[in-house]
Every structure is written in C-alpha cells, then in structure tokens.
C-alpha cells in the first residue's frame, strides 16, 4: 500500500472514532404562570391568615389569597379560589387538630372505642383507648332548635342506604343511629348548605363511608360543646 493510500484510510479511521457531537437539547416550555387569586376577604378571614403564617390583619391580599389557596388545593376544597370561606376554615380545624383532637381532654378516654363529636370545633374523631384511629374530620351539627343531643349514646341501628321517613325520603347515607332518630350519616349535598341539620351529624360522603366501615352497632358515641352560632 501506498504512504498516500495509507495516509487517506488511518484519517478515515480516525474521524469514524470521534465521538458523536450530541444534538442540542430541546428546550423545555416553562410551567404556566398561576392564574391572579383575586378572591376578596372572606367571613373567617382571621383565623386562616393566622394558621398559614401570614400577617393577622383580616384584610385580603394577593400573597394571603394564594396562601390560601395553596391550601384549598392541597385538602381538595372546592372551589379553590382562596376565598376564606366556612369550608375551608372548618378544614383548617380539622387538619390543625390532628395531631392530638383530644389535647383538652373532653373526650373521655376508655379501654373500648369511643367516636368523639366535639360541637365547638364541627370536629368528630375515633379513638380507642388513647389511640386515634379515625382522624378528626369536619361535621355538621344540630340547628339552634333541633340541637344534636349530649352526652353517652350507643350505636344501635345501622343502614347504609337510609332515606328519612320525616324529611320527604331525604337520603341519609351511611347512617349509624345513636339517638332516637338522631344518627351520623353522609350528607350527599353541600355539607354546610342551611347552616345546620335537624339534629344528625352529617359528614361528607367519603368521611361517612370511611367510618361506615369501622364502626360497628354498640359502639359508644360521646357528644359535647355547642355549635358555634357563626353558622347560620
């Protein structure tokens, strides 16, 4: 072989074994900008304000309306406009109580079951012992004059598909009766639609069903406090 014809063919060679040259890399959109939070200042204002570490002075501003509604994403509460709304303020006490629900110790503790309605807060939670084993969720309670009853009660008849005899074949789903009529059941509706119940505990659908499957007929209930007026 030829020193030229020798030459030409190790350059050829050389260049096959250079690395390949990477394609530049396609350039990433960037994420949307999230859409202006432009909900005014809402009747729990406050106590929201207060609990996601914003400056307390009731009055909505840009920066608290996305704090809130950050928050309303996060707990799936709709709409999630961070309006400071009942639904989420009744949300914000149950997620700020779960950490310890009976940390004022108004629940009785006992060595069986006991599913605790506290009225002051909206907040009912199961613990057996002192375990939580259902953790505390938002209700709904009595009206002024159909308040839900106080005291011990005992779980006496369950029905998963209940439709009220006194209120025109109202749907009343998961209930679990305590009381001469009075029962915790799912409310299919908006939970605080009306401002109060005719004396049950009414509980969003998921909640109703998830406590649905742990109770069982005997189970003891205990009620206290009184539903705040701010309700409606």
């Not at 503790?109 to 613990?127: E, G, S």
Request: aromatic residues 8%; neutral net charge; charged residues 25%.
């Amino acid at each position: 072989m030829s020193r030229i014809r020798l030459a030409s063919a190790l350059a050829v060679t050389a260049l096959t074994a250079l690395p390949a040259v990477p394609a530049a890399a396609e350039a990433v959109p960037a994420p949307p900008a999230p859409a202006p939070c432009t909900a005014r200042t809402g009747p729990y204002q406050r106590p929201l304000e207060e609990y996601l570490g914003r400056p307390v002075d009731g009055k909505q501003s840009a920066a608290d309306c996305q704090a809130i509604r950050a928050f309303q994403q996060k707990h799936a509460v709709k709409p999630a406009e961070g309006y400071a709304n009942l639904v989420t303020y009744r949300t914000m006490t149950a997620v700020k109580a779960r950490k310890n629900p009976n940390a004022a110790g108004r629940c009785p503790v006992r060595d069986f079951r006991v599913t605790c309605v506290d009225l002051d807060r909206q907040l009912l939670w199961v613990q057996d012992g002192r375990d939580v084993v259902f953790a505390p969720v938002p209700v709904r309670t009595g009206r002024d004059d159909q308040e839900t009853r106080l005291g011990w009660h005992e779980i006496y008849w369950r029905d998963i598909d209940h439709k009220s005899s006194l209120y025109n074949n109202a749907p009343m789903p998961y209930s679990q009766f305590f009381d001469e009529g009075q029962a915790i059941h799912g409310r299919p509706d908006d939970l605080y639609d009306g401002g109060g119940s005719a004396g049950c505990v009414n509980l969003a659908l998921p909640d109703a069903k998830a406590l649905w499957n742990l109770l069982r007929v005997e189970d003891q209930v205990y009620i206290w406090g009184a539903k705040p007026g701010t309700d409606g």
